[in-house]
């Protein structure tokens, strides 16, 4: 069987497109040789046991580097057993839905959202409510009155789930006094928040806000937290941080005892490239590297785009948000884009449920270099102003 | 955070115990140097794209090593669209069970059966329904009445689990003329056969049986195949083979939309290590230590344990299914073997549904040296004649 016909990436760029549409690191950004070392440090210091079944909750190693590093980049540290080891952040959420939702449940999901989270969830007999979001997050606010709907329909609400800290799509962070109202809220109404903070290292501006699991009780919050976006995801390695009751359940589960940690040798992989300093060295690396991309896409925005959209400084993460002046609409431009050799995510995809007229759109910074960025943007102004656009000269 | 007290392993080994309850390769039949170079290799092979996010249904070179080698180890080969790579076994399985089951289904299930399996697929809303084995595996002339009944029930039959190669406890491969009927008797009924493959590559005797999944039509067969019991569990690298209807679904499901590959890096190492030949000539060395392990086993147990319990030797796995004569009891007689420094799993474990009183036991004689599973055996067999034991003389 010829091996090279076959796909190896989720995602294989067109020769000539720069697609902006895809949330991944940048190649140049994964550190494969620093990675290299650590794998193999990794079977010199731990020999088969690296290789073993490992312990379901994740090897110690990782466990407890993740309870020191917390305690630098949020508010607080976990203690171990308020700490399981994942196979990233989707997998994450796929054992939470898994464990701890029934047929017929409702599960509140801000909207937008992270379009994927959506069809995991979806992959669970659950029924989704929106909740709408504004230019501080998540509309806290709103939660009273649709949870009351829903239980005066006789609905169980179990879970809500959110981005409240460098959002996918919005770039937002949930402002200071929502996420504290928002706990309360979910706390008092015995709902189970999913929080997913991917990109709580990848800070621009200033540290990351708490998180939410940082500001509540015990069984209140189970938080997704991933090496996907800092350091390589292909090592499929990240944490939940909850609290004993539901870690020990979820290494209950079947996969886990069977099988036991989920990503074994990975995680020893990233416990020993972290252990070396070799991590923290590599997050500097990353918000210089992230930072100059941020600020290329948008001064490349306010040269080429300036007033027929508006968009905000996102304070970290991988993404710029785009707001297209009316009457344009993002998947309508969409294959014009492409034509001209640039590929985005328009808005809609991100809507609960998803649909597709949606004037915005998101642009992903994080896998392009800087003069690569300004192109794009070139490419996509053009396409903006293309044929049916607003802005073009009717005859 | 001090990572030396926190757990590594799945099972840590208490000083001084034999413990043949743990279906684990050797420690030191894991090929760790093997494996290191293989991994160093893949990161200069690829570079980042061994880091990033893999394709969903597995990168191609394992896919295509996985259909090369099955066309040796198997009476037939897959074609790549035939194969999605898993997190092992176990993870394979709860795929499967949450994309095809609702709540309500019955899922019919062997008995006895592997113990975790079970408890993978009570993590769904299902009910499990016990199909009798005997000493030809499980017994398919018993089939057509169970599920007329469930039918008649109204209940919807969807999935039958079944180890039919070197099967987890007994050690039994389903007879020839069975392995048809099986799957003709599926086909009609339209239920979907869950083959849980792992042991196939150690066949001792003989080459193994030809798979349930070579053997039937295109969507009648869902088989479970790992790299844990050849190479490594740590790696948590494993692989499906149906057909491409059911393999779209798998690589449509959320968390392989949104992460890709499951196992990206750990597949590439696998791929990397098998193409270098070191996987053929693994196994080999493999074949030859584990048949000496369970012809040491064996042995012993004709030495120590006599007449007090039967046997069949298996053809290939890593277990043999004891049989203790009456009246003694597996479960009643494990503390006393612990006391004595042996562990093993009481039968009881096994049934669907699982329930303590059992004369059988399984010992696993893959993770220990010849020397020690004498020992072992000696330790067993005073704890089968210990206090309360039927051939204790009563004073």
Chains 1, 2 share one sequence.
Request: hydrophobic share 40%.
């Amino acid at each position: 069987m010829d091996a090279t016909r076959l796909p190896l990436r989720q995602f294989d760029q067109p020769p000539g497109m720069i697609d902006l549409g895809w949330g991944h690191p940048g190649p140049d950004l994964i550190p494969t040789d620093g990675l290299r070392r650590a794998a193999a440090r990794t079977l010199h210091r731990y020999g088969p046991d690296a290789l073993g079944y490992g312990y379901a909750a994740g090897p110690g190693p990782l466990v407890a580097w993740v309870c020191d590093r917390l305690g630098v980049v949020d508010r607080r540290s976990p203690v171990p057993d308020d700490v399981v080891i994942t196979a990233g952040n989707s997998h994450g959420l796929e054992q939470l839905a898994s464990l701890l939702t029934a047929p017929g449940d409702a599960v509140l999901v801000e909207s937008p959202t992270y379009h994927l989270a959506v069809r995991i969830l979806q992959d669970h007999p659950v029924e989704l409510v929106p909740v709408p979001s504004d230019t501080e997050g998540l509309c806290v606010d709103s939660l009273p009155a649709i949870v009351e709907r829903l239980r005066r329909e006789g609905r169980i609400v179990r879970l809500l789930y959110t981005q409240p800290t460098f959002h996918n799509p919005t770039g937002i962070s949930l402002a200071a006094d929502r996420r504290r109202s928002l706990v309360d809220f979910a706390q008092a109404a015995g709902i189970l928040i999913i929080e997913d903070d991917p990109y709580r290292e990848l800070a621009y501006d200033s540290a990351a806000p708490p998180s939410l699991w940082s500001l509540a009780s015990a069984g209140a919050v189970a938080r997704l937290g991933t090496f996907s976006k800092t350091l390589a995801p292909g090592l499929r390695t990240g944490f939940i941080t909850s609290d004993p009751t539901l870690t020990r359940r979820l290494c209950a589960t079947g996969v886990l005892a069977s099988g036991g940690g989920i990503s074994h040798f990975t995680s020893l992989v990233v416990a020993e490239f972290a252990a070396s300093g070799d991590y923290v060295s590599h997050v500097a690396t990353l918000l210089t590297a992230y930072a100059q991309r941020r600020a290329e896409l948008l001064s490349a925005l306010a040269r080429h785009v300036e007033s027929r959209a508006t968009w905000a400084q996102p304070a970290g993460g991988y993404f710029v948000w785009l707001s297209l002046a009316p009457p344009r609409d993002a998947a309508a431009t969409l294959p014009r884009a492409r034509a001209a050799g640039v590929g985005y995510m328009p808005g809609g995809a991100f809507n609960v449920p998803p649909h597709g007229v949606n004037g915005s759109l998101r642009l992903a910074f994080s896998r392009y270099a800087p003069q690569q960025l300004d192109e794009a943007v070139q490419r996509l102004a053009g396409a903006i102003d293309g044929p049916g656009s607003a802005d073009r000269p009717r005859g």
